[in-house]
Nanobody
Framework: QVQLVESGGGLVQAGGSLRLSCAAS????????MGWHRQAPGQQREMVAR???????DYADSVKGRFTISRDNAKNAVYLQMNSLKPGDTGVYYC???????WGQGTQVTVSS
């Protein structure tokens, strides 16, 4: 059974940076996609960024140029470097793996103005 463990959330002022990490235990399938979604209070969960095993990336328009997703296949880990954070980035960030479909428990990111 695969499990995802996230770390790195917290409270930061607008303009600051945070780095989220997510490590998968167990045996994820090869050729998978890992990524991050987020959910703000009262909002639906939305895709933030995702990366394939080969390194192809995709970002939500709202974070392009500010966030960078990367991964370490040897560690089954994915990272999200978040720069120039805005109050609108506040929410719970969830790591996910598509194969098998698995979600992390979520980590809170709060950006103060």
């Amino acid at each position: 059974q695969v499990q995802l463990v996230e770390s790195g959330g917290g409270l930061v002022q607008a303009g600051g940076s945070l780095r989220l990490s997510c490590a998968a235990s167990g045996r994820p399938f090869s050729n998978n996609i890992m990524g991050w979604h987020r959910q703000a209070p009262g909002q639906q969960r939305e895709m933030v960024a995702r990366i394939t095993s080969r390194g192809s990336t995709d970002y939500a328009d709202s974070v392009k140029g500010r966030f960078t997703i990367s991964r370490d296949n040897a560690k089954n880990a994915v990272y999200l470097q978040m720069n120039s954070l805005k109050p609108g980035d506040t929410g719970v960030y969830y790591c996910y793996l598509n194969s098998p479909l698995t979600w992390g428990q979520g980590t809170q990111v709060t950006v103060s103005s």
